[in-house]
Nanobody
Framework: QVLLVESGGGLVQAGGSLRLSCAASGGTFKSYVMGWFRQTPGKERDLVASISWNGGRTYYASSVKGRFTISRDNAKSTVYLDMNKLRPEDTAVYYC???????????????WGQGTQVTVSS
């Protein structure tokens, strides 16, 4: 069973930066595509960014492209999300998840962390 633990969330002013981390255990991390999702109350969980097993391919939602960067360290079984130029609309609970394919389809992601809250004040 894969266990994912997110960290790094918090309160930041608009224009600021945060780095989220997701540490994985219990599986073969380097075989997984990793994704970062976010969700606000009453809305669906949306894919923010994803990265292939070796980091060679990435995907970004249009709303974060140019501001967020996803990366991974397979030696540490950790995936990161560097968030810059944060906006109030980035406020959400952020989740990491695993998939076997680089896809935007949420139903292909089958292991999830507990989430970390990011709040951006205006």
């Amino acid at each position: 069973q894969v266990l994912l633990v997110e960290s790094g969330g918090g309160l930041v002013q608009a224009g600021g930066s945060l780095r989220l981390s997701c540490a994985a255990s219990g599986g073969t991390f380097k075989s997984y595509v990793m994704g970062w999702f976010r969700q606000t109350p009453g809305k669906e969980r949306d894919l923010v960014a994803s990265i292939s097993w070796n980091g060679g391919r990435t995907y970004y939602a249009s709303s974060v492209k140019g501001r967020f960067t996803i990366s991974r360290d397979n030696a540490k079984s950790t995936v990161y999300l560097d968030m810059n130029k944060l906006r109030p609309e980035d406020t959400a609970v952020y989740y990491c998840a695993t998939s076997l394919t680089l896809t935007t389809a949420i139903d292909t992601y089958n292991h999830w962390g507990q989430g970390t809250q990011v709040t951006v004040s205006s």
